[in-house]
């Protein structure tokens, strides 16, 4: 049986705008690459602000895995019908976010040396200086980021995805503009590097909060607030969000610490690998576009149909969403492999870093299948109350092949830049794997709330 076209234009309403955010912020990102990898001597810089990735997203994806507790809660009771559940729910975890986001905030700020000297130890006196300054900067932005993502959260959980994707490329835009004004000089300020890539960050960052916290309060939606609503965490709220938030935010603690470890791992490659390294993952981080896309509408929409008692009609929109998912890698893989040199040549004035980058943009191609299908079913699984799953996976892919073996290949064996790359796509196809292992047989079916089952 097919999806009405009410089914479709509820999925397309989601996929379409959760895409052209989440591909315009990206390209915002690279624009800011771009501009870092144009100054004078930009591979040190280039450098500093890769290994400065991995505690960045860090905190960031942590934070936004505690949050997909916020969007599968309120998408279910949605689906059952109670919205004004759905209501309390995005107030209490706004509480929630705005302790977090102060935590997180403090502490990166004021241990941003530590962090930085952990990471890039390893790395040249200059690519640790900019590191921490770039570090140190970012940080104060993190008090708004992670309010904003609670906020786009709880508004994809009800399918509104227009306005999170409104104000996170008005942010966007304003950070492209600030970057070239900071970072080379222009209308009389100074040109400040990347320092001032960071400062034009924060400043984004804050402009995309303040927007998102007026739609909230003045816009009309089922989540607008209203007198009566409750600020402080229910126990109700508590027994449904903190399960799925917990396992979320602890699968990104796997894998972002995972990602962190396997960064001080390859700091001591060459600082020319390090660098082309980097811009691979920046480009890769455009193709993950995709697959959050789709992690947004699989979530949303699955979670709503078994809510609302309808199994088969949230089975196919998990089947709908995966045959969008492979579509977006293949044209993605093309991409990577038929413009790798012309990619090359964008995002660096290095001739030299020009042919490692088009070999590790081949490997990072290979990924992209597994990418997209296990950010497909994952977000499937934890709409419904299983994050237990991708957690599972994620130890198992990240810890044994991407950390376990970027050790062996890069510490130990001595294989360079490109073996770490394959122990990545070993990572992912494991991870794609086991989530499908578990999403097929039911695994899921353990945390329907009774009368769903």
């Known amino acids: 049986m097919s999806l009405q076209k009410s089914h479709r234009r509820a999925f397309y309403a989601l996929l379409f705008p959760v895409l052209i955010e989440n591909i315009l912020s990206q390209v915002f990102l690279l624009v800011d690459s771009i501009m870092i990898g144009q100054m004078p001597g ?15 997203n860090l905190i960031i994806c942590v934070s936004g895995g505690f949050f997909i507790g916020t969007t ?20 209490q975890t706004m509480t929630v976010a705005l302790f ?43 008090l708004f980021q992670i309010l904003t993502m609670n906020i786009s959260a709880a508004l994809r959980g009800v399918g509104i995805a227009k306005l999170p994707m409104y104000y996170n490329l008005i942010g966007g835009a304003v950070n492209v503009g600030l970057n070239y004004v900071l970072i080379f000089g222009a209308l009389g300020f100074p040109a400040m590097g990347v320092a001032g890539a960071a400062i034009a960050t924060v400043i984004s960052k804050g402009i995309s909060f303040l927007i998102a916290l007026g739609c909230l309060l003045l816009l009309k939606s089922p989540l607008r ?6 600020l402080l965490p229910s126990r109700r709220l508590l027994s449904r969000f903190l399960p799925i938030a917990l396992t979320s935010a602890a699968e990104q603690v796997v894998l972002q610490s995972g990602a962190t470890l396997t960064a001080k791992i390859i700091s001591g490659l060459p600082t020319a690998s390090l660098a082309a390294n980097q811009i691979v993952q920046n480009l890769e981080a455009f193709a993950w576009s995709s697959s959050s896309a789709c992690n947004a509408a699989s979530t949303t929409l699955f979670g709503q149909a078994v809510a609302a008692g309808d199994e088969e009609l ?10 969008w998912a492979m579509g977006f890698a293949a044209a993605e893989m093309a991409i990577m492999c038929l413009g790798g040199s012309f990619l090359a040549r964008l995002f660096s004035n290095d001739a030299s870093l020009y042919p490692t980058i088009v070999g590790l943009l081949f490997v990072s191609a290979v ?10 079913i994952s977000g499937a699984l934890r709409s419904v109350g299983d994050s237990v799953a991708p957690l599972i996976a994620s130890l198992l892919s990240l810890w ?4 376990g073996g970027g050790f062996l290949a890069v510490r130990i064996l001595d294989l360079g830049v490109y073996a770490y790359r394959w122990t ?20 899921w079916r353990k945390f329907l709330l009774p009368g769903r089952k």
Do not use: K
């Not at 990545?424 to 695994?443: E, N």
């Open 42 to 56: 930009s591979t040190p810089a280039v450098a500093a602000v890769g290994l400065c990735g991995a505690p960045i």
């Open 424 to 443: 990545l796509v070993l990572d992912q196809t494991v991870r794609c794997a086991t989530v499908s292992y578990f999403y097929l047989t039911g695994h």
């Open 367 to 376: 990924s992209l299948p597994a990418i997209n299908a296990h950010q497909t």
């Open 72 to 91: 599968a809660t309120v998408a279910w009771h949605r689906g059952a019908g109670e919205e004004a559940e759905a209501r309390h729910i995005t107030w």
């Open 314 to 323: 949230g089975r196919r929109y998990v089947r709908l969403t995966l045959g």
């Open 400 to 403: 044994v092949f991407r950390v």
């Open 225 to 230: 607030y209203a007198r009566g609503v409750r």
């Open 100 to 142: 977090i986001s102060l935590v997180m905030t403090l502490a990166s700020y004021f241990f941003a040396g530590g962090i930085t000297d952990f990471v890039c130890g390893d790395s040249e006196a200059e690519v640790l200086r900019l590191a921490e300054i770039y570090y140190r900067i970012n940080a104060v932005g993190f």
